[in-house]
């Protein structure tokens, strides 16, 4: 079955980098679009940036454009956001989701893979 691992969150003072990875298994990960939503407390689970099959294709949300990066290595099965100028409202739970077509979505209903999420808290 499909599964996707998160890790590289943790507490940063704002200011920060930190670089999140999705290391994804059971499916041919070139063959599916990768997003990242992330969701704070007592908030709505939000987008965040989205690239396509070939990575060719990369929204991402105004609120982090500019100093967010997602990417992704086809041949490590691996999404990647690399998250620089971190700020206290980037406080929230990270999540890489995966949907089974070449075109990325911004809509977290599109994403019917999800993995299980990883914390990344800002400090000011």
């Known amino acids: 079955q499909v599964q996707l691992v998160e890790s590289g969150g943790g507490l940063v003072q704002a200011g920060g980098s930190l670089r999140l990875s999705c290391a994804a298994s059971?499916?041919?990960?070139?063959?599916?679009?990768m997003a990242w939503f992330r969701q704070a407390p007592g908030k709505e689970r939000e987008f965040v940036g989205a690239?396509?099959?070939?990575?060719?294709?990369?929204p991402s949300a105004e609120s982090v454009r500019g100093r967010f990066t997602i990417s992704r290595d086809n041949a490590k099965n691996t999404l990647y956001l690399q998250m620089n100028s971190l700020k206290p409202e980037d406080t929230a739970v990270y999540y890489c989701?995966?949907?089974?077509?070449?075109?990325?979505?911004?809509?977290?209903?599109?994403?019917?893979?999800w993995g299980q999420g990883t914390q990344v808290t800002v400090s000011s």
């Open positions: 989701a995966a949907r089974n077509n070449w075109s990325p979505s911004i809509s977290s209903y599109d994403y019917p893979y």
């Open positions: 059971g499916l041919t990960f070139n063959t599916y679009a």
């Open positions: 690239i396509s099959t070939s990575g060719g294709w990369t």
